[in-house]
Protein backbone atom coordinates (compact mmCIF):
# COMPACT_ATOMS: atom_id res chain seq x y z
CA UNK A 1 0.00 0.00 0.00
CA UNK A 2 1.48 3.75 -0.39
CA UNK A 3 2.21 4.81 2.18
CA UNK A 4 0.50 8.59 1.86
CA UNK A 5 -2.24 10.55 1.41
CA UNK A 6 -3.11 12.48 -2.50
CA UNK A 7 -5.07 15.58 -1.73
CA UNK A 8 -5.94 17.80 -4.82
CA UNK A 9 -4.86 20.51 -5.64
CA UNK A 10 -1.70 19.50 -4.45
CA UNK A 11 -2.01 15.82 -6.29
CA UNK A 12 0.04 16.88 -9.63
CA UNK A 13 3.21 17.66 -6.84
CA UNK A 14 2.89 14.36 -4.84
CA UNK A 15 2.01 12.41 -7.51
CA UNK A 16 5.35 13.36 -9.57
CA UNK A 17 7.32 10.95 -6.50
CA UNK A 18 4.91 7.96 -7.18
CA UNK A 19 5.56 8.85 -11.00
CA UNK A 20 9.52 8.55 -10.58
CA UNK A 21 9.06 4.81 -8.52
CA UNK A 22 9.41 1.77 -10.60
CA UNK A 23 6.34 0.46 -12.56
CA UNK A 24 6.09 -2.23 -9.77
CA UNK A 25 5.14 0.42 -6.69
CA UNK A 26 2.66 2.00 -9.04
CA UNK A 27 -0.85 1.59 -7.34
CA UNK A 28 -2.40 -1.27 -8.52
CA UNK A 29 -5.34 -1.72 -6.74
CA UNK A 30 -7.70 1.40 -7.25
CA UNK A 31 -11.00 2.42 -5.87
CA UNK A 32 -12.57 4.78 -8.16
CA UNK A 33 -15.51 6.92 -6.81
CA UNK A 34 -17.56 9.43 -9.19
CA UNK A 35 -18.39 8.77 -12.81
CA UNK A 36 -15.85 11.27 -14.29
CA UNK A 37 -12.78 9.95 -12.17
CA UNK A 38 -13.60 6.20 -13.11
CA UNK A 39 -14.25 7.20 -17.46
CA UNK A 40 -10.86 9.19 -16.90
CA UNK A 41 -8.94 5.84 -15.42
CA UNK A 42 -10.29 3.46 -17.95
CA UNK A 43 -9.59 5.91 -21.06
CA UNK A 44 -6.15 5.82 -19.43
CA UNK A 45 -6.01 2.12 -19.64
CA UNK A 46 -5.59 1.65 -16.00
CA UNK A 47 -8.98 -0.17 -15.94
CA UNK A 48 -7.52 -3.68 -15.05
CA UNK A 49 -6.19 -1.97 -11.68
CA UNK A 50 -10.15 -0.71 -10.44
CA UNK A 51 -11.22 -3.09 -8.13
CA UNK A 52 -14.63 -1.20 -7.08
CA UNK A 53 -16.47 2.06 -7.73
CA UNK A 54 -19.09 3.91 -6.47
CA UNK A 55 -22.71 3.79 -8.17
CA UNK A 56 -22.40 6.80 -10.55
CA UNK A 57 -19.31 5.00 -12.38
CA UNK A 58 -21.68 3.32 -15.29
CA UNK A 59 -19.09 4.42 -17.85
CA UNK A 60 -17.16 2.57 -20.01
CA UNK A 61 -19.79 -1.26 -19.21
CA UNK A 62 -16.82 -2.54 -17.41
CA UNK A 63 -17.12 -0.10 -15.19
CA UNK A 64 -20.52 -1.11 -14.11
CA UNK A 65 -19.59 -4.76 -14.03
CA UNK A 66 -17.37 -3.66 -10.75
CA UNK A 67 -18.33 -4.23 -6.89
CA UNK A 68 -19.56 -0.89 -6.05
CA UNK A 69 -19.07 1.06 -2.75
CA UNK A 70 -22.24 2.78 -2.82
CA UNK A 71 -23.31 6.17 -3.93
CA UNK A 72 -20.82 9.08 -3.93
CA UNK A 73 -22.24 11.26 -1.80
CA UNK A 74 -22.94 8.77 1.25
CA UNK A 75 -19.65 6.63 1.34
CA UNK A 76 -18.68 4.87 4.08
CA UNK A 77 -15.24 4.42 4.90
CA UNK A 78 -15.00 1.63 6.95
CA UNK A 79 -15.85 -0.37 3.76
CA UNK A 80 -13.31 1.36 1.46
CA UNK A 81 -10.69 0.62 4.21
CA UNK A 82 -11.58 -2.92 4.23
CA UNK A 83 -10.87 -3.19 0.08
CA UNK A 84 -7.21 -2.55 1.50
CA UNK A 85 -6.82 -0.31 -1.96
CA UNK A 86 -3.33 1.04 -3.36
CA UNK A 87 -5.04 4.72 -3.60
CA UNK A 88 -8.83 5.79 -3.42
CA UNK A 89 -9.50 8.11 -5.96
CA UNK A 90 -11.99 10.40 -5.20
CA UNK A 91 -14.00 13.10 -6.63
CA UNK A 92 -14.13 16.46 -5.05
CA UNK A 93 -18.19 15.58 -5.46
CA UNK A 94 -17.79 13.09 -2.81
CA UNK A 95 -18.75 13.15 0.99
CA UNK A 96 -19.69 12.99 3.52
CA UNK A 97 -17.29 15.42 4.71
CA UNK A 98 -17.19 13.11 7.84
CA UNK A 99 -16.07 10.36 5.89
CA UNK A 100 -13.70 11.52 4.03
CA UNK A 101 -11.73 12.92 7.52
CA UNK A 102 -11.96 9.58 8.46
CA UNK A 103 -9.97 8.02 5.67
CA UNK A 104 -7.79 10.64 6.28
CA UNK A 105 -7.24 9.99 9.99
CA UNK A 106 -6.72 6.68 9.07
CA UNK A 107 -4.36 7.39 6.70
CA UNK A 108 -5.92 5.65 4.13
CA UNK A 109 -3.97 6.84 0.28
CA UNK A 110 -6.69 9.27 -0.84
CA UNK A 111 -6.59 11.59 -3.15
CA UNK A 112 -9.39 13.97 -4.01
CA UNK A 113 -9.96 15.19 -7.84
CA UNK A 114 -11.51 18.07 -7.98
CA UNK A 115 -14.08 18.53 -10.15
CA UNK A 116 -14.45 21.51 -12.46
CA UNK A 117 -16.95 22.16 -15.28
CA UNK A 118 -14.23 23.39 -18.03
CA UNK A 119 -11.95 22.30 -21.03
CA UNK A 120 -9.25 22.95 -18.94
CA UNK A 121 -10.69 21.36 -15.42
CA UNK A 122 -11.22 18.21 -17.58
CA UNK A 123 -7.33 18.54 -18.71
CA UNK A 124 -6.29 19.07 -14.82
CA UNK A 125 -8.67 16.10 -14.03
CA UNK A 126 -6.75 14.12 -16.77
CA UNK A 127 -3.28 14.84 -16.28
CA UNK A 128 -3.31 14.33 -12.08
CA UNK A 129 -5.03 11.39 -12.60
CA UNK A 130 -2.60 9.92 -14.92
CA UNK A 131 0.82 11.14 -12.70
CA UNK A 132 -1.05 9.55 -9.41
CA UNK A 133 -1.33 6.06 -11.32
CA UNK A 134 2.18 6.82 -13.50
CA UNK A 135 0.62 6.88 -16.84
CA UNK A 136 1.64 9.17 -19.34
CA UNK A 137 -1.91 11.51 -20.14
CA UNK A 138 -0.65 13.47 -22.59
CA UNK A 139 -2.52 11.51 -25.97
CA UNK A 140 -5.89 11.33 -24.06
CA UNK A 141 -5.73 15.04 -22.99
CA UNK A 142 -4.32 16.52 -26.10
CA UNK A 143 -7.73 14.58 -28.16
CA UNK A 144 -9.85 16.01 -25.80
CA UNK A 145 -8.85 19.47 -26.27
CA UNK A 146 -8.73 19.19 -30.20
CA UNK A 147 -11.96 17.43 -29.99
CA UNK A 148 -13.02 20.42 -28.17
CA UNK A 149 -11.83 23.17 -29.99
CA UNK A 150 -12.68 21.77 -33.58
CA UNK A 151 -16.59 22.76 -32.61
CA UNK A 152 -15.49 25.92 -30.93
CA UNK A 153 -16.54 28.03 -33.90
CA UNK A 154 -19.36 26.35 -35.40
CA UNK A 155 -21.56 26.00 -32.04
CA UNK A 156 -20.31 29.99 -31.68
CA UNK A 157 -22.40 30.16 -35.04
CA UNK A 158 -25.45 28.60 -33.94
CA UNK A 159 -28.72 31.21 -32.53
CA UNK A 160 -28.57 31.12 -29.07
CA UNK A 161 -31.11 29.07 -27.58
CA UNK A 162 -32.89 30.49 -24.41
CA UNK A 163 -32.37 26.39 -22.27
CA UNK A 164 -33.55 25.53 -18.74
CA UNK A 165 -31.73 22.97 -17.00
CA UNK A 166 -34.84 20.47 -15.02
CA UNK A 167 -32.61 18.56 -12.88
CA UNK A 168 -36.08 16.80 -11.59
CA UNK A 169 -39.99 16.99 -10.92
CA UNK A 170 -40.07 14.85 -7.37
CA UNK A 171 -41.28 17.63 -5.06
CA UNK A 172 -43.95 19.04 -7.15
CA UNK A 173 -41.87 22.29 -7.78
CA UNK A 174 -39.11 21.92 -10.98
CA UNK A 175 -35.80 21.95 -9.50
CA UNK A 176 -33.78 23.87 -12.06
CA UNK A 177 -30.14 24.84 -12.48
CA UNK A 178 -28.70 27.95 -12.23
CA UNK A 179 -24.76 29.24 -12.31
CA UNK A 180 -22.07 27.15 -10.92
CA UNK A 181 -23.39 23.62 -11.75
CA UNK A 182 -22.27 21.36 -14.67
CA UNK A 183 -25.92 21.67 -15.95
CA UNK A 184 -25.53 25.55 -16.72
CA UNK A 185 -21.55 24.70 -18.05
CA UNK A 186 -23.10 22.24 -20.46
CA UNK A 187 -25.41 24.44 -22.30
CA UNK A 188 -23.18 27.39 -22.65
CA UNK A 189 -20.86 25.04 -24.27
CA UNK A 190 -23.32 23.50 -26.09
CA UNK A 191 -24.65 26.90 -27.65
CA UNK A 192 -27.46 27.87 -25.32
CA UNK A 193 -28.07 30.37 -22.57
CA UNK A 194 -29.30 29.55 -19.46
CA UNK A 195 -32.30 30.96 -18.32
CA UNK A 196 -31.47 30.41 -15.09
CA UNK A 197 -28.77 33.17 -13.74
CA UNK A 198 -30.12 34.94 -10.53
CA UNK A 199 -28.76 32.29 -8.66
CA UNK A 200 -26.12 29.32 -8.34
CA UNK A 201 -26.85 25.78 -7.57
CA UNK A 202 -30.24 24.38 -8.03
CA UNK A 203 -33.66 25.93 -6.57
CA UNK A 204 -37.42 24.89 -7.31
CA UNK A 205 -39.16 26.72 -9.57
CA UNK A 206 -42.45 28.65 -9.58
CA UNK A 207 -44.61 29.18 -12.25
CA UNK A 208 -44.10 32.94 -12.00
CA UNK A 209 -40.64 32.70 -12.70
CA UNK A 210 -40.80 30.10 -15.03
CA UNK A 211 -43.23 32.29 -17.78
CA UNK A 212 -40.50 35.60 -17.30
CA UNK A 213 -37.80 33.18 -17.73
CA UNK A 214 -39.67 32.38 -21.11
CA UNK A 215 -37.07 29.15 -21.83
CA UNK A 216 -37.54 27.72 -25.58
CA UNK A 217 -36.31 24.44 -25.08
CA UNK A 218 -36.19 22.42 -21.42
CA UNK A 219 -33.11 19.96 -21.01
CA UNK A 220 -33.13 17.02 -18.99
CA UNK A 221 -31.89 14.08 -17.93
CA UNK A 222 -33.00 10.92 -19.52
CA UNK A 223 -33.74 9.14 -16.48
CA UNK A 224 -35.13 12.47 -14.55
CA UNK A 225 -37.55 12.24 -17.49
CA UNK A 226 -39.04 9.04 -17.59
CA UNK A 227 -39.26 9.74 -13.63
CA UNK A 228 -41.64 12.52 -14.69
CA UNK A 229 -43.95 9.94 -16.61
CA UNK A 230 -42.21 11.18 -20.09
CA UNK A 231 -42.74 14.79 -22.01
CA UNK A 232 -46.81 15.07 -22.04
CA UNK A 233 -46.50 14.77 -18.14
CA UNK A 234 -43.24 17.16 -17.51
CA UNK A 235 -45.37 19.57 -19.88
CA UNK A 236 -48.19 19.77 -17.55
CA UNK A 237 -46.49 20.40 -14.49
CA UNK A 238 -47.72 24.21 -14.22
CA UNK A 239 -44.68 25.74 -13.99
CA UNK A 240 -43.53 24.65 -16.91
CA UNK A 241 -47.18 24.59 -18.86
CA UNK A 242 -46.63 28.26 -19.22
CA UNK A 243 -43.17 28.35 -20.87
CA UNK A 244 -42.68 28.51 -25.02
CA UNK A 245 -41.30 25.36 -24.16
CA UNK A 246 -44.64 23.84 -24.02
CA UNK A 247 -46.14 25.39 -26.43
CA UNK A 248 -43.55 24.21 -28.57
CA UNK A 249 -42.87 20.83 -26.96
CA UNK A 250 -39.32 20.86 -26.72
CA UNK A 251 -37.96 19.07 -24.47
CA UNK A 252 -34.29 17.04 -25.27
CA UNK A 253 -33.02 14.80 -23.11
CA UNK A 254 -29.50 12.98 -22.69
CA UNK A 255 -27.68 10.58 -20.30
CA UNK A 256 -26.89 12.03 -17.55
CA UNK A 257 -23.12 11.21 -16.80
CA UNK A 258 -22.65 11.71 -20.46
CA UNK A 259 -23.48 15.11 -20.49
CA UNK A 260 -22.63 16.55 -17.01
CA UNK A 261 -19.37 14.22 -16.27
CA UNK A 262 -17.20 16.54 -17.63
CA UNK A 263 -14.57 13.53 -18.10
CA UNK A 264 -12.69 12.12 -21.26
CA UNK A 265 -16.38 12.25 -23.42
CA UNK A 266 -16.80 15.58 -22.60
CA UNK A 267 -16.47 17.11 -26.57
CA UNK A 268 -18.27 14.02 -27.20
CA UNK A 269 -21.59 14.94 -25.71
CA UNK A 270 -21.49 18.81 -26.25
CA UNK A 271 -21.54 18.12 -29.67
CA UNK A 272 -24.17 15.79 -29.01
CA UNK A 273 -26.41 18.29 -27.12
CA UNK A 274 -25.22 20.75 -29.76
CA UNK A 275 -27.26 18.62 -32.28
CA UNK A 276 -30.36 17.92 -30.46
CA UNK A 277 -30.67 21.42 -29.40
CA UNK A 278 -30.60 22.38 -33.70
CA UNK A 279 -31.03 19.06 -35.35
CA UNK A 280 -30.44 20.69 -38.43
CA UNK A 281 -27.28 22.44 -38.12
CA UNK A 282 -23.89 20.82 -39.76
CA UNK A 283 -22.42 20.26 -36.71
CA UNK A 284 -18.86 19.01 -37.60
CA UNK A 285 -18.39 15.36 -35.25
CA UNK A 286 -15.11 14.73 -33.08
CA UNK A 287 -13.40 11.85 -34.52
CA UNK A 288 -14.26 7.93 -32.76
CA UNK A 289 -11.97 8.02 -29.86
CA UNK A 290 -11.02 4.74 -28.29
CA UNK A 291 -12.43 6.28 -24.78
CA UNK A 292 -15.63 7.21 -26.26
Known sequence: ??????????????????????????????????????????ALGAGSRVIAVDSTSRFPPAAAE???????????????????????????????????????AAGAPIAIVPEEASLAGVRRKIEGIAQALGIDGTALSQGLEADWRMLDAPIAALPRLRALFVLST????????????HAHAMLRAAGAINVVDAF???????????????????????????????????????????????????VVAMDGAYMLNFGPRAAHARHDLAKLLHPTAALPAPPPRPWA
Do not use: C
Request: positive net charge.
Open 1 to 42: MIGRRLLLPGLIGAAAGLAARPASAMPARLVSVGGGVTETVF
Open 66 to 104: LPQVGYLRSLAPEGLIGLSPDLLLVSGDAGPPQALAVLR
Open 170 to 181: ARGAPLVSGRDT
Open 200 to 250: AGYRPLSAEVAAALAPDVIVMMDHALAEAGGRDALLRIPALAVTPAAAARR
